[in-house]
């Protein structure tokens, strides 16, 4: 079936530094990756959506500037969170649209991100 | 208004129950996509059940159903003899149209004892 290998799955970095999580569709091509982040004990709310080879559409009140994402081959997307702050950990997770599996949607297995 | 509601914050059963997640959904769409998963503590969501606007009959996975009432907008899940291992966090999520997004409710706690 359809995977998609997310990396890493948990990360601590200082503040002010920069972290990137990848997510890399196996065996399928995706044409489109959706993030998301998601708070504890709350639902997933969607950060952007990336198309292979064009800028990602943020959703309104993310900052694109800090949340940069590059969505560079049909299986390979990244998001890089600069200058982290504490208030950016969270667990990120990706999604990846293209496929006939699961209805079109795999998704990642997550990243956790602590920032201190 | 919310697209996806998902009104019970937490449940509870016993092993080998059954027990039913409510969601409603809003959409002006003749054509959209419903789908449930399961995000267990580590964080993976599982894909557990797909229902289509146009489907006639009640989407079946193996011990889940969903209870699609298009008239009053409802596309409950059915979880039947509960295991421990259902125990996590459920979502009920909708794709619109022509549009790829899906729009998520905010999840019902599920917690199965022995």
């Known amino acids: 079936g359809a995977v998609v290998s997310q990396h890493p799955s948990w990360v601590i970095c200082k503040s002010g530094t920069s972290v990137k999580i990848e997510c890399r569709s196996l065996d399928f091509q995706a044409t489109t990756m959706f993030w998301y982040r998601q708070f504890p004990k709350q639902s997933l709310m969607l950060m952007a959506t990336?198309?292979?080879?064009?800028?990602?559409?943020?959703e309104q009140g993310v900052e694109k500037d800090k949340f940069l994402i590059n969505h560079a081959s049909l299986t390979l997307s990244t998001l890089t969170v600069t200058s982290a702050h504490p208030e950016d950990s969270s667990f990120y997770i990706c999604?990846?649209?293209?496929?006939?599996?699961?209805?079109?949607?795999?998704f990642g297995s997550g990243t956790r991100l602590t920032v201190v | 208004a919310q697209k996806i509601t998902q009104t019970q914050p937490g449940m509870f059963v016993q092993e080998k129950e059954a027990v039913t997640l409510d969601c409603t959904y809003d959409t002006s769409d003749q054509s959209y996509g419903l789908f449930w998963y399961k995000q267990p503590s580590s964080g993976e969501m599982i894909f557990l059940i797909y229902?289509?606007?146009?489907?006639?009959q009640n989407a079946t996975e193996g011990r889940y159903s969903l209870n699609f009432q298009k008239a009053r907008k409802s596309a409950n899940l059915v979880i039947s003899a509960s295991q421990l291992g259902d125990s996590a966090m459920y979502f009920c999520a909708m794709r619109e149209g022509g549009y790829s997004t899906l729009t998520f409710g905010k999840g019902t706690m599920l917690l199965v004892s022995p």
């Open positions: 999604s990846a649209f293209g496929t006939e599996t699961n209805y079109g949607y795999t």
């Open positions: 229902q289509g606007s146009y489907d006639e």
């Open positions: 990336s198309n292979e080879g064009s800028k990602a559409t943020y």
